[in-house]
């Protein structure tokens, strides 16, 4: 009889699975899907994340796949892996220098936000049809552009914390140690347009965007991140904006990105 309950249950998860699969997916679907993805993934999770990053995680998961499905959640999924591999690349060199990430290298929940707020609300606006049926394709254009955006920055950053030669702030273009708010090297920058081409490229594969949109999503995404520089150079840190932190300065980025890629869409399209 236990036996019998088991698999009656476990075939009820599977089929609440293969419904999430469809698009739209409903919130019953999409809490099933979501929970599975992240039990089967929850090894490689806390590898990036601590406990309160997966659960701020999780709920981004949710909008994530209730709006855009499977083709979304591939698109978080990639920018976590891609971009917790990077935050690993030669991290005792940045940990003497004192450039690595805390909890060695597993972000918070600001970390997620900072990474994730632009892209959630383009799902919340994409699920409560903010602006009718037409805005569909813009609002997932600007949630591709958010982690097109997220992904070249840290690439940038932890790519040019691991290898960059010479790094110079933005503002003056003045040589500055590796680390710095705002401070850009040439490696970093090479790393940061080829992550966001690639991770742009995959969600033309999973029909996120045409071909058009993921070259835009590219160009937000440079844009966004210099302006994100210019924010770290000349705010991050200063007397009297000591509120705008890392993270604050990450949504700032991401919110660029998406609203550049969405602006452009409407503008030239």
């Known amino acids: 009889m236990a036996t019998l309950d088991v698999s009656e249950s476990f075939r009820a ?11 739209p997916a409903s ?18 999770l806390l590898v990036g994340l601590s406990i309160p990053g997966v659960m701020s995680a999780f709920l981004l998961g949710l909008f994530t796949f209730r709006a855009f499905g499977l083709p979304g959640t591939v698109i978080v999924f990639l920018y976590f892996l891609i971009g917790t591999a990077a935050t690993k690349v030669n991290y005792k060199l940045k940990k003497a220098e004192g450039t690595a990430e805390k909890r060695g290298g597993r972000r918070g929940p600001g970390s997620v936000w900072g990474s994730g707020t632009a892209g959630t609300l383009c799902a919340i606006a994409t699920i409560c049809g903010v602006f009718g049926p ?3 394709p813009l609002w997932r254009l600007g949630f591709l ?9 840290t ?22 140690p590796r680390g710095t708010d705002g401070a850009v090297s040439l490696v970093g920058t090479f790393a940061g347009l080829i992550a966001s081409v690639f991770l742009a490229f995959i969600g033309y594969v999973v029909a996120l965007a045409d071909l ?9 995404a440079q844009v966004a991140n210099l302006c994100e520089s210019f924010i770290g150079a000349a705010l991050q840190g200063q007397k009297g ?11 700032f980025n991401i919110s660029i990105g998406a609203s550049l890629a969405i602006l452009t869409s409407l503008l030239f399209r």
């Open 241 to 251: 904006t000591e509120w705008i932190t890392n993270d604050v300065s990450n949504i």
């Open 212 to 220: 058009p949109g993921a070259i835009i999503c590219v160009g937000a």
């Open 27 to 44: 919130w019953e679907s999409t809490i099933i899907a979501t929970t599975t993805i992240f039990v089967i993934a929850a090894p490689v």
């Open 145 to 153: 552009a958010s982690f097109c955006t997220k992904l070249s920055d």
């Open 155 to 176: 690439m940038g950053s932890e790519i040019g914390k691991a290898f960059g030669r010479t790094t110079y702030l933005v503002t003056t273009m003045t040589v500055v």
């Open 13 to 23: 998860v599977l089929q609440g699975v293969q419904r999430a699969l469809r698009s």
């Open 134 to 136: 037409a805005w569909v």
